[in-house]
Nanobody
Framework: QVHLTESGGGLVQPGGSLTLSCTAS????????MGWFRQEPGKQRDLVAV???????KYADSVKGRFAISRGNDQNTVHLHMNSLNPEDTAVYYC???????????????????WGQGTQVTVSS
């Protein structure tokens, strides 16, 4: 089983910045990668950024150049540094862990598990 906890969300003005954090634990399987996804009410969960244990990274086109994903000193922690936020970034942000081999460039939410409650990011003036 895998369990993750997201934190760092909040209210920010357009153009502002936030950093999200996620910690994961797996009692049996090593964590091979972690991903950030976001979801608005009534909409599908969309990929934001994915990073593997080997630091292979994939970003959604909508956040490329504005967001940066990184792992902490602990391989089971991940951060999402968000800059130049706009109202379209408003969503609940979730992180998941990959405990099975996956392809970073074609990763989907099905590759990840252990979703937590998410953290709300609201961008509004």
């Amino acid at each position: 089983q895998v369990h993750l906890t997201e934190s760092g969300g909040g209210l920010v003005q357009p153009g502002g910045s936030l950093t999200l954090s996620c910690t994961a634990s797996s009692s049996i399987f090593p964590i091979l990668g972690m991903g950030w996804f976001r979801q608005e009410p009534g909409k599908q969960r969309d990929l934001v950024a994915v990073i593997s244990q080997g630091d292979n990274i994939k970003y959604a086109d909508s956040v490329k150049g504005r967001f940066a994903i990184s792992r902490g000193n602990d391989q089971n922690t991940v951060h999402l540094h968000m800059n130049s936020l706009n109202p379209e970034d408003t969503a609940v942000y979730y992180c998941g862990a990959a405990i099975r081999p996956f392809l970073v460039l074609s990763a989907t939410q099905e590759d990840f598990e252990g979703w937590g409650q998410g953290t709300q990011v609201t961008v509004s003036s």
